[in-house]
């Protein structure tokens, strides 16, 4: 069994930051593959930022040159720095991590006021 646990998240201005952290532990050998999506009311979850088990990452489009993905592989936890927020980034943020299987947090909510 493997738990995802998410932190951080809230409300802040357009231009703020803001940082979501995410710990997966369980069953779990080795570095795994963990990212970040995105979800809003009426729309299907999407990627915001990955980062694989070698440490390779992907963003959206969107958010590329604001958000940075990194993690700490000791912990397997994995962070998600957001910066120029803006109000189109509100969002339910939710984690994944991959382990044979796909296990997701419980969601996280992202307000940007303009």
């Known amino acids: 069994q493997v738990q995802v646990v998410q932190s951080g998240g809230g409300l802040v201005q357009a231009g703020g930051s803001l940082r979501l952290s995410c710990a997966a532990s369980g069953s779990i050998f080795g570095i795994i593959p963990m990212g970040w999506y995105r979800q809003t009311p009426g729309k299907q979850r999407e990627l915001v930022a990955r980062?694989?088990?070698?440490?390779?990452?992907n963003y959206a489009d969107s958010v590329k040159g604001r958000f940075i993905i990194y993690r700490d592989n000791a912990k397997n936890t994995v962070t998600l720095q957001m910066n120029s927020l803006r109000p189109e980034d509100t969002a339910v943020y939710y984690c994944?991590?991959?382990?044979?299987?796909?296990?997701w947090g419980k969601g996280t909510l992202v307000t940007v006021s303009s």
């Open positions: 994944k991590a991959t382990v044979r299987a796909e296990y």
């Open positions: 980062i694989s088990s070698a440490g390779d990452t």
